[in-house]
């Protein structure tokens, strides 16, 4: 098991985003951001009420597993676990990949130290008998934000995508985890995970990238990560009562279906006529604007209206970095999967979670 040398500081750019429209990006992603984190300020409270309030010894058990997982011990023998095996196969990209997990977290709790004692936010358990005087401070339970377990594990998790592109799924997801963990076990506010998230992604993406792809990697970041995110917010949203402008129920239902049911015959058409396996054409492009539009209609079928704009904004920023994606649907027939199935699943998916979340919030 022998890698030839990886060099972290020219990573292969894809060709998509060579001339993507970064500053747009970044500018659209930055005011989404400010978007989610006054939303998420309303929710804060409420969120932490209702997990006080739900006992369960197995999902108490879940949320420790989460918060071992994502301790700084843990993740220091992760990464020094990482380069033993780099030592004993004499491979380049583990042991690189170890250093690099090493510097990010470490970069990652240097930023989170700073922000927890500088800002002295107080820890849920304390908040209601303890006002925020954001000032420098030391003292125990003035650190909350932000979470310095999601910030590690997020900083880990994108070192990994980089080295190990094709488990990126899973890092992220165990990253994930112990993110929601932080929120389960009422050691965090979900503010708090959101600013954790951000620094450990930032971390990562500018120990392993070089300088001059910093702004297009974080384009590429936002483009693939908002979308996620945004997801999570609203479930979190229309599951924890909070003020906010509603929309009327049903018509909200039917607009949302409408549009998932169009979208996804657009998509469908676009494929087969454009990347049929026995006559593919590579001059044509399949847009992704009906995938957007799918998504739209996700969204509005939560009848909320933050979760609308917030949708649309990230939908953009998704549409700006992939608007097209033709490559990947032959890579998939390349592969001897079927791109229209997998897009009637997709579809098929957000038809279900429409009526689930209608049944939900309406219900």
């Not at 597993?65 to 676990?81: A, D």
């Not at 002295?120 to 005087?133: H, K, V």
């Not at 900083?155 to 112990?178: D, E, Q």
């Not at 509005?300 to 209206?305: D, K, R, Y």
Request: proline share 7%; charged share 10%; glycine share 10%.
């Amino acid at each position: 098991m022998t890698d030839q040398p990886l060099s972290p500081a020219s990573p292969p750019v894809s060709p998509l985003f060579a001339n993507n429209p970064s500053n747009r990006i970044i500018g659209l992603s930055i005011l989404l951001l400010i978007l989610l984190f006054t939303a998420m300020g309303q929710v804060d409270h409420p969120t932490l009420t209702i997990v006080h309030g739900f006992t369960n010894p197995l999902v108490d058990q879940i949320g420790d597993i989460g918060n071992k997982l994502g301790n700084g011990l843990t993740l220091v023998l992760i990464s020094l676990g990482i380069g033993v095996i780099g030592l004993w196969f004499n491979s380049d990209r583990w042991k690189w990949a170890c250093y690099h997990t090493l510097f990010a977290h470490g970069i990652s709790a240097i930023i989170t130290q700073t922000l927890k004692h500088g800002l002295s936010r107080p820890r849920p358990r304390i908040m209601d008998t303890t006002p925020w005087d954001i000032r420098p401070s030391l003292e125990s339970g003035l650190d909350s934000f932000p979470s310095g377990h999601t910030s590690a594990s997020f900083s880990m998790a994108m070192v990994l995508a980089y080295y190990f592109p094709r488990a990126r799924v899973l890092w992220f997801t165990l990253a994930t985890f112990v993110s929601t963990c932080r929120i389960i076990k009422g050691s965090h506010f979900p503010t708090d995970v959101l600013g954790g998230v951000l620094i450990g992604i930032g971390s990562g993406l500018v120990l392993v990238y070089a300088r001059n792809q910093w702004k297009d990697m974080t384009a590429r970041a936002f483009v693939h990560g908002l979308p996620w995110l945004t997801t999570a917010f609203g479930l979190l949203w229309i599951l924890v009562p909070h003020p906010g402008i509603e929309l009327e129920s049903n018509m909200s239902l039917v607009f949302g279906l409408i549009m998932i049911m169009t979208g996804l015959g657009l998509r469908l058409w676009w494929i087969r006529e454009c990347s049929f396996p026995n006559h593919p054409s590579p001059a044509t492009k399949v847009p992704t604007w009906p995938r957007l539009l799918m998504g739209f209609g996700l969204a509005t079928s939560t009848g909320s209206l933050i979760v609308v704009g917030a949708s649309l904004l990230a939908g953009t920023i998704w549409w700006l970095g992939t608007p097209f994606d033709l490559t990947e649907i032959q890579n998939r027939f390349l592969a001897g999967l079927n791109p229209i199935w997998i897009e009637v699943i997709i579809g098929l998916g957000m038809f279900f979670l429409t009526i689930l979340i209608f049944s939900i919030r309406f219900g």
